[in-house]
């Protein structure tokens, strides 16, 4: 099917994806790559892929039949990985009601477009954090089998939530979407252990709850904790139990200690947390999140106004949080929340975490060898033999620029390129 999709693409004109190597010896010829555990540039980046695998870097010989990508002028880094995406949403035009317009079929469409969009950003892992009838993990199998183009999906089911809560779809009438555990709703140890059985029984590879209340929604402050401590241990250890991780939303102090409290593996957001939480975080190795958005991506005063409010509060301190979550040594783990973030802008968000104080070298750990750990996949995000062929390249070093991520000249996933400099984008 892939093979027949890239003919296709080739027999239009190159307008979509450009295929080297598929399934084959490939070698590709960069001025250097990132060594992003050591934190630094190699020279030069000689990376040989076979069927789909890093086999060799910057090896001695290469098969005389393997085919040349020529990066002159290139660094080689891993792929990146977003753990945190919403590939079937955005925010634009009439979206609070899409939840009585539109059915898992728009929704795929959406996912489908804006997966090819991630990908050509240079993300080559996603996970999706939730999504409405299963539609990440139908989106994983379309891309697996070669139906659309885009990065390997980590997907949550429906996330879980409290009647009324974050997770809910509220402020429709009485009637209207009330839903259970099935889709997401589940109050109490009895349902949340059911609600977590159900995503998993259709798919779901990661459980997203909502600890608190959120920032998109029209319930009250968006710190409020809403499972209690009892509801999060229960779908904490039904969820490990089957070798799932958990993923708390948690924008509260209050919240986000309960998750970690629990034994979730991330929070998402963390935006309100204080010390103490910090503290708990680092101790038992629990994952911050962190979605920061650079001035211009998301525009306040386009969001419904009881909503602005709640993103006026949130906002700023989160930015704070992030430096002192830096600072006292808090796991961190790339997550954009692209869906509420435009899609395919997933890598500007790297030079404000910089300006916030992260290092370079640590922002792109966060997005490739801290990622893979929280996401429990140790196959990709560094560039040495064994690992998955997921490789992007930049004209320039990133360590001093972390910037030039934002425009990624060369996309490989699975040994097949995607991307190549000077090709344009083929969106
Ligand atoms: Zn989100």
Redesign the pocket.
């Known amino acids: 099917m892939k093979k027949i999709l890239i003919m296709m693409c080739l027999s239009l004109g190159g307008a979509g994806l450009i295929s080297v190597s598929a399934l084959a010896q490939t070698v590709l010829r960069a001025d250097g790559y990132l060594d992003v555990v050591a934190g630094k540039i190699i020279k030069p980046g000689v990376v040989y892929v076979e069927h789909g695998k890093i086999i060799a870097v910057n090896p001695k010989s290469i098969p005389d039949n393997a085919k040349t990508v020529d990066l002159t002028g290139q660094i080689l880094t891993p792929g990146l990985t977003d753990v945190?995406?919403?590939l079937d949403g955005d925010i634009s035009g009439d979206w609070t009601n899409r939840p009585v317009r539109e059915t898992g079929v728009d929704l795929a469409f959406r996912g489908a477009k804006n997966a090819r969009k991630t990908l050509m950003a240079g993300f080559t892992t996603v996970r999706i954090?939730?999504s409405s009838n299963f539609v990440g993990v139908a989106l994983n199998k379309a891309i697996e089998k070669g139906y659309v183009i885009g990065p390997r999906i980590i997907p949550a089911g429906y996330s879980l939530g409290i009647t009324g809560g974050h997770c809910d779809t509220t402020g429709f009438i009485p009637g209207l979407l009330e839903r259970d555990y099935r889709t997401g709703v589940a109050d109490g140890v009895e349902e949340v252990v059911k609600a977590v059985r159900y995503q998993i029984k259709h798919g779901a590879k990661v459980i997203?709850f909502c600890a608190t209340a959120g920032i998109l929604s029209f319930e009250g402050p968006a710190g409020a904790q809403q499972y209690s401590q009892n509801e999060m241990n229960a779908i904490v250890t039904e969820a490990h139990r089957h070798g799932i991780k958990v993923a708390a939303?948690a924008h509260g102090a209050d919240g986000i200690k309960a998750a970690v409290q629990a034994g979730v593996d991330s929070v998402?957001?963390a935006s309100l947390a204080d010390d103490e939480a910090r503290k708990m975080a680092k101790e038992e190795g629990t994952f911050f999140v962190m979605?920061i958005y650079p001035p211009g991506q998301v525009i306040i005063e386009d969001l419904p106004l009881p909503l602005q409010a709640k993103a006026r509060y949130v906002f700023p301190r989160r930015e704070q949080n992030f430096t002192r979550a830096v600072k006292a040594g808090v796991k961190l783990a790339y997550?954009t929340?692209a869906?509420?973030y435009p899609h395919g802008n997933n890598a500007n968000q790297f030079a404000i975490k910089v300006q916030l104080g992260q290092s370079p070298a640590d922002a792109l750990r966060s997005a490739t060898v801290w990622a893979t750990e929280l996401l429990g996949v140790e196959d990709r995000g560094q560039i040495k033999p064994d690992m998955f062929a997921d490789i992007i390249a930049v004209p320039g070093n990133p360590l001093n620029d972390i910037a030039l991520l934002e425009n990624v000249s060369f996309v490989m996933k699975d040994g097949e390129v995607y991307k190549l400099p000077g090709a344009g984008s083929v969106e």
């Open positions: 945190h995406t919403h954090l939730g997203k939303h998402e957001h979605n997550g929340d869906g509420v």
